[in-house]
């Protein structure tokens, strides 16, 4: 069995099996010599390597990467990954980045040059034709009204203020004897009032507080039984009106029916409201 200048037992005699140090001759230019700084100590020797390799001579002679410099460590470049083992790098065949897509204007983000640009483009016009005769110009179309152009309500509607004889009966049967300090009015004009804008306050004027509602029911005659501010009559959208009480001392009627506080009741043509002591007021379209 041969042993190489390392020490190693080989079962061949021109290679060691172990760490491929050739066997007999002169080992080939450029190969590492046993003791020296590249092999560590001698085997025979036991003595420390002259000096130890210098990281940084190492990379300075270490292959760098044609793609980042990067001084070589293995099959596949620490940086960027390029494969030694590969096809080679050259810089003139790599392929460039695609050129950066033109920029989108919008209507509202001023373009190149003077001006703004919308991203919008013109039609290109038709070419014309000189033998054509012109024909007469164009009339533009009219203007499509809008609805926000109507305000609301579209329709008229109107309310009848009056004194209501049976509506005065049936209050005096539900509070009793102290009701009888209130008479029902000899007299009572007949009141109408326009429905406008978007409510009409029903109530009684206060000069202390600064209320003047448009439905004043402040009289003569007056009726006790009405707040200040005893309901208020809105617009709604479809052009209609509804009434909400928006918490009268003694309540507010529909059509006989007394409605919950702060709900907002749709009325119709004919409806009658009623409030206060003997006050009825009926409402109309048209």
Do not use: K
Not at 227 to 249: E, F, K, M
């Amino acid at each position: 069995m041969a042993v190489c200048p390392n020490g190693h037992d080989s079962a061949s005699d021109d290679f060691c099996d172990t760490c491929g140090m050739r066997i007999g001759g002169s080992p080939p230019p450029g190969s590492p010599q046993p003791g020296s700084p590249a092999t560590g100590p001698s085997p025979a020797s036991g003595a420390p390597p002259a000096a130890w390799p210098d990281p940084a001579a190492s990379a300075a002679t270490a292959e760098p990467c044609p793609r980042c410099g990067t001084p070589r460590t293995g099959q596949f470049c620490e940086a960027c990954g390029y494969n030694f083992a590969g096809p080679r790098f050259t810089p003139t065949t790599a392929s460039a980045p695609p050129p950066p897509a033109p920029r989108a204007y919008s209507s509202s983000q001023p373009g190149p040059g003077s001006g703004s640009y919308s991203s919008a483009q013109a039609a290109p016009s038709a070419p014309s034709d000189p033998w054509r005769e012109p024909g007469p110009p164009a009339s533009p179309a009219p203007p499509q009204p809008s609805m926000s152009s109507f305000p609301y309500p579209q329709a008229t509607w109107t309310a009848v203020v009056g004194a209501d004889r049976a509506y005065y009966e049936r209050v005096q049967a539900v509070t009793g004897p102290e009701g009888s300090a209130v008479v029902f009015p000899s007299y009572y004009a007949e009141r109408r009032f326009q429905l406008v804008g978007n409510q009409m306050r029903i109530g009684r004027r206060s000069v202390s507080r600064g209320l003047a509602p448009e439905i004043d029911l402040t009289g003569p005659p007056a009726d006790p039984g009405i707040s200040r501010l005893h309901a208020v009559l809105i617009a709604t959208p479809d052009g209609n009106w509804a009434v909400l009480d928006p918490g009268s001392a003694n309540g507010t009627l529909v059509n006989g029916s007394e409605i919950v506080v702060g709900d907002q009741v749709p009325l119709h043509d004919g409806d009658r409201i009623n409030l206060g002591a003997w006050t009825t007021i009926t409402v109309h379209r048209g």
